[in-house]
């Protein structure tokens, strides 16, 4: 699986962002979504997850209320809507694919790019 992280970029405290990531492959709906973020110096940190169907969505507690996961499986495609944010939320953002239902990144095989976002206060 390949994924393709976009739509990073300045956003001031309050405003909204929209993430998105695309996979190849066919076995997309297989696989459990997560987003991840780090920043210099940091460790990456979970932020979101999201079953294959699409049924259930998990969020870090710093994000819950503020940002949203979905998926859209006919595109290939995970999204992490951003709404709110907050100058701390300022990171480089990654997608990831796993065939677990974790929020360690030691679950996630496959990996975006990563897309960087910075929330101006």
Known sequence: VQ???????????????????????RTFSSYYMGWFRQVPGKEREYVARITGGGDFTYYADSVKGRFTISRDNAKNTVYLQMVSPKPEDTAVYYCAAARVNSPSTRAYSYWGQGTEVTVSS
Do not use: I, K, R
């Open 3 to 25: 994924l393709q992280a976009s739509g990073g970029g300045l956003v001031q405290a309050g405003g909204s962002l929209s993430l998105s990531c695309v996979a190849s492959g």
